[in-house]
């Protein structure tokens, strides 16, 4: 807007100029005397037009002197409004641009910020670090805790391997059953010496013989490291067809100092009763079935009281060396 006006005044001035030169010579022509050292002297005289056209003249110089300067002026000022103009607005959508950069800078910071909060700050190195923390800390609990649990299994196992036997477990009590030589016994045939049960069946087809094995060898050891007879006994759960017969040809497979006791399923199941052992029929066809049992040896003392029994977990040498310890034991 400046500008425009600054435009329209240039052009206006000329105008002006030229009325203001033509007023002037109106005036002169008009009111304006001659000069006195002229007009003193009659021989010079000139008409009063002449100097009525050289104040004129004169004037109109100046005006356009003044013309060039305003219009040299103008020509200069009308680039620099132009340049103002065009500066300020550059200025102005400098700016605005600023306003809009910076308002629109302020916003993007703003969601940055925002989203910043929303989005990061679950994974901050903070949050990071508490996290690392709590899942270092509970890693070292649980296995701290396991560590101790197993050390605590270890003794406890420990403490009943190797501990000394302490107080009468309720296993054991008489029985009378018939041995493989067809003579009947009772636990007291058994006193004065070290016996190791075992309740199984012979028709049994892999469990019953690796047991009956692994006693057989302990035995033969347990004499070398003690010098102790211990007496093998094996016991059948299984009365309906492990006769006498079929009991003595099936333990002399194993050793010659394996004992064979069977008897009527009443007897079977009071003995088993007494030592607290498990027997029962699986499914029949005809007369083949098998009997699941409890696979356990037993030591009993020479008053055929029970000193600790062994399961199926122990090979030949722990069975031996568990054995000839509880002999050391009890001879103190």
């Not at 006006?5 to 100029?17: D, E, G």
């Not at 302020?106 to 670090?129: I, L, N, T, Y």
């Not at 050891?221 to 006994?233: F, L, M, Q, R, T």
Request: proline residues 5%; aromatic residues 8%.
């Amino acid at each position: 807007m400046a500008s425009a006006l600054c435009r329209t005044a240039s052009r206006l001035r000329p105008v002006q100029i030229f009325r203001r030169i033509r007023a002037s010579s109106d005036l002169l022509s008009s009111s304006s005397p001659p000069p006195a050292c002229i007009s003193d002297h009659g021989d010079f005289s000139l008409p009063r037009s002449f100097f009525s056209l050289s104040g004129g003249i004169e004037r109109l110089e100046m005006d356009g002197r003044c013309l060039m300067s305003t219009s040299a002026s103008g020509t200069t000022s009308k680039p620099s409004s132009g340049d103002t103009e065009t500066k300020s607005s550059g200025e102005n959508e400098k700016s605005g641009g600023s306003e809009g950069s910076d308002g629109g800078g302020s916003d993007q910071k703003s969601d940055r910020a925002s989203g910043k909060h929303a989005r990061g700050a679950p994974v901050s190195w903070m949050s990071f670090f508490l996290l690392f923390a709590t899942g270092a800390g509970l890693v070292y609990y649980y296995d701290r805790e396991k560590k101790r649990h197993i050390e605590d299994i270890n003794t406890n196992s420990k403490a009943v391997k190797e501990g000394p036997s302490a107080g009468k477990a309720a296993i054991g009590g008489p029985f009378s059953l018939i041995r493989d030589d067809g003579k009947r016994i009772t636990e007291k045939d058994l006193m004065g010496k070290w016996t190791i049960l075992y309740f199984g069946f012979t028709h049994c087809p892999d469990i019953c013989p690796d047991e009956l094995i692994k006693l057989a060898a302990a035995i033969d050891k347990i004499k070398e490291k003690s010098g102790v007879d211990v007496v093998p006994v094996f016991i059948s759960v299984d009365p309906e067809r492990d006769t006498v017969q079929q009991v003595h040809e099936y333990v002399k497979e194993f050793h010659p100092k394996l004992i064979g006791l069977t008897g009527t399923p009443e007897e079977i199941k009071s003995v088993a009763r007494s030592y607290r052992v498990y027997y029962m029929k699986t499914e029949e066809e005809d007369s083949d079935y098998l009997v699941d049992h409890s696979i356990v040896m037993y030591l009993m003392s020479p008053e055929m009281n029970f000193v600790k029994f062994y399961g199926k977990n122990h090979d030949v040498d722990s069975l031996t060396d568990g054995v000839v310890k509880e002999l050391r034991q009890y001879r103190k």
